[in-house]
């Protein structure tokens, strides 16, 4: 059923004020090409929501939002190997939790990141050392412009950092309905992440299992990130910048304490947050858009801020740090 002028404070986690011309929910996957259609037919912009919890909303949409609600979960184990296919509305949480208990490990360092499992590989989700890409297997979705359905590859999604080719050739194109991700049942873990290594030393634990992994991750991610439901937000606001070798170089002769990642093609990656703090925003408040005091990356929404007032702190940060360190910062979140 669509649904007319729907509000959608409610449906993104930065409680931007915004609606939706038009609205519906998608729980059939076979009802997917007449709403397209629908769509088309009006020329009307789409907009697949999912958790919501990487978008920017700085007005009404004016086309056609589908709130991604296809559920189920399947598991294939074959030895070693555990294939775990999940619709595009399952939780992506929830499938973490769920991969633990069925003893299908890989996922422990995405632990608690929201949102749902069809936006899991729009940008290539991270955290903790961890990226989807190192666990994606498929996915399977529609491709808007060619009318069918598709099975894309690792190698199709062009995955790169907090990146994919959903978010280049195939933006506005391609709707995820389902992803395949090859897990292992043994229970390998990966602890070189700097803050997770360390959170585990603390408690002792030389040879973590995957639940222990996962808990630290847990812990760690409530003690430093702000809850949306109290304090809403998108996450981070801007990606990591990557600069070239001799760049790094010349900033780290510039300011010895920047962190500086090395990356393998020979780039190097710094620290968005760093950046920030460092020129002085951590803490401050643009009207009624906070740059949060523990995690300088998340853009906070006092519980008036419209999506303006986000964008004009965010390009003031911007242009701070262009003028300081002759870095861009680009925004992660998706902006409409
Ligand atoms: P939405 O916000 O609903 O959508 C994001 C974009 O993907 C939109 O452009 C949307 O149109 C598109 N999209 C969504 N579903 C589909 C689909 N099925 N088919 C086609 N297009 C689709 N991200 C990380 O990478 N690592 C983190 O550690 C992390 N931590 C976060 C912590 C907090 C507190 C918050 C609020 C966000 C965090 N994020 C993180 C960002 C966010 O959780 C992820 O990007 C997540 O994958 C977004 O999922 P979503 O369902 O909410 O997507
Ligand atoms: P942190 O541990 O304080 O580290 C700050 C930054 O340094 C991170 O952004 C991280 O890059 C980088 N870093 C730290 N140790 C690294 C290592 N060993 N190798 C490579 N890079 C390293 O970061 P945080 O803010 O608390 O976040 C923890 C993790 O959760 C990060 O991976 C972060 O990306 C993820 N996260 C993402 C979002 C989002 O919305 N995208 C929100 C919250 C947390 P990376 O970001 O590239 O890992």
Not at 51 to 79: C, Y
């Amino acid at each position: 059923m669509i649904r007319v002028h729907v509000d959608l404070s409610s449906l993104n986690t930065f409680a931007l004020p915004a609606r939706a011309r038009f609205f519906a929910e998608l729980t059939d996957q076979n009802e997917l090409p007449d709403l397209l259609a629908f769509a088309n037919h009006q020329a009307l912009p789409v907009l697949i929501l999912g958790g919501g919890s990487n978008l920017v909303f700085t007005e009404d949409f004016p086309g056609l939002v589908i709130k991604m609600a296809l559920r189920g979960v399947q598991l294939d184990s074959k030895g070693e190997a555990c294939l775990v296919t999940a619709a595009a509305g399952e939780n992506w949480p929830d499938l973490v939790e769920q991969c633990l208990e069925k003893h299908c490990y890989g996922l422990e360092n995405l632990s608690l990141i929201p949102g749902c499992v069809g936006a899991a590989p729009i940008q290539n989700i991270g955290a903790y050392g961890v990226e989807l890409k190192d666990v994606f297997y498929s996915l399977r979705g529609w491709d808007c412009f060619d009318q069918c359905w598709k099975t894309l590859t690792a190698e199709d999604c062009q995955f790169a950092y907090r990146d994919s080719v959903f978010k280049r050739e195939l933006k506005n194109r391609f709707v995820i309905t389902e992803v395949t991700l090859k897990l292992q049942t043994k229970p390998i873990v990966d602890t070189h992440y700097s803050a997770l290594a360390q959170a585990l030393n603390q408690q002792g634990l030389q040879q973590p299992s995957p639940r222990q992994v996962a808990d630290a991750v847990i812990a760690i991610r409530k003690s430093k990130l702000p809850d949306p439901l109290k304090l809403p937000n998108a996450g981070s606001f801007f990606k990591n910048p990557i600069v070239s070798g001799q760049r790094a170089k010349t900033l780290a002769a510039e300011f010895p304490a920047m962190p500086q990642y090395p990356q393998p093609d020979g780039r190097v990656k710094l620290a968005a947050a760093w950046l920030i703090d460092q020129a002085g925003w951590k803490g401050k408040r643009l009207r009624d858009v906070v740059c949060h005091q523990q995690q300088a990356l998340v853009l906070v929404n006092n519980g008036l801020a419209d999506g303006q007032q986000v964008l004009n702190m965010a390009r003031q940060i911007q242009a701070d740090i262009k003028q300081r360190y002759a870095v861009e910062l680009d925004i992660e979140p998706s902006v409409y």
